[in-house]
């Protein structure tokens, strides 16, 4: 029965998630009665295994790293990128399964799976489940994008367009792996976070030279790479640049170009229960207004500024929230209210809402069954590098 324990807990979380996505793209929700009582399954299930097998560390160990996945998901929650459903879940799967369960390793072509990282498990089904919404989202905003709003395709390919600065920061970054690959021969250990920490402040100083020196310095490195090894330094510089002309277009498809295509605004009377608000609606000394700045832009003010309370400001008494549960009905009156009493307009701005349990569905059979996506790709990188 012990032995059995922690098999159980993964039926339990595959059962879970499939239900979970199933409410998401049904209702788009993801229930309360499934999340808590999970939560506190998961820690009973581990307890009962832990005290049996005489672990009281991994005990501790899970209840805290249920702790640290919920204070994650919860800053994740606080900048409007999950939704409060996401988060439990997330907690819920955590508790189910704390640790990399060893009772799932096989063996394939030789190689042994799941690939683990050396973080606990939880991570890295928040890393798996977060790459796999990435291909959905861009697919479906780009959709709306091309759809229904056109006057955005040219913000979502700017930094496409902006080529010359992309090639000379794939030259830059070019220079400063070089410039770490040949260094780190001389320290006594080689660990490719080393060789990642010395590439990114080589990059940070190059960046910062003046421009006829950074065009010397490059000019000369990248020689050097060259005759060093051809072949990978110019399939280097072309993955480099293409990488970065994706990554810009995805970065502003995921920011300013997704929270435009995916916002809409709509007449009082056209709202309906279950619409997501943009932002919250509050009052304070008898006016209402919104709060639609994001947690990122308040964080940016505050450290720019010096003033912390940029962060959670009062804005007095709040109205309505954003929350995933979306509008009810007593919302929606109280809006035709405000609106009637002429204290807003006869606009109200609402999100559409994204499924993400699906993919967090996908990312727990990835992490069970395959291993951690990103350590996967870094040993790849890793590989090809040496």
Known sequence: MIISIPLIAIIIAIVACIYASYSDLRWGII?????????GVGILLNGIYYITTGNLLL?????????????????????GAWAGGDVKLFTSLAALIPFYPAILNYQL???????????????????????????????????????????????????AKDYRKNIVLSLVITSS????????????????????????????????????????????VTVFALIHNLPVTIIGIIVLFISLSIFGVVRVL?????????QDDYHINELKEGMIPAYNLYEKDGEVYV??????????????TGDLTHINNSHGKILIYNRAAGLNLEDINLLKKLVSEGRMND??????????APSIFIGLLISLFIGDLAFILLKILNAVLY
């Open 31 to 39: 229930p309360n009665k499934l999340t808590f009582p999970l939560i």
């Open 59 to 79: 005990l501790l160990g899970t209840l805290i790293v249920t702790l640290l996945i919920f204070l994650f998901g919860y800053l994740f929650w606080k900048m």
């Open 109 to 159: 072509f030789n190689i042994n799976f799941p690939i683990t990282a050396s973080y606990p498990f939880p991570l890295t089904l928040i890393i798996n489940s977060i790459l796999s919404m990435l291909p959905f989202l861009l697919i479906y905003v780009s959709f709306i994008v091309i759809k229904n709003k056109k006057y955005l395709i040219g913000e979502l390919l700017s930094p």
């Open 177 to 220: 792996v070089t410039l770490a690959y040949f260094i780190t021969p001389h320290f006594p250990f080689q660990i490719l976070i080393v060789i990642s920490a010395l590439t990114f402040l080589f990059s940070l100083i190059i960046s910062r030279l003046p421009n006829q020196v950074k065009a010397v310095l490059i000019s000369l």
């Open 254 to 262: 995921l920011t300013s170009v997704s929270r435009e295509a995916l």
């Open 291 to 304: 709060d639609d700045k994001r947690f990122t832009e308040k964080f940016k003010k505050s450290v720019k």
């Open 347 to 356: 606009n109200y701005r609402v999100k559409k809402g994204i499924p993400f």
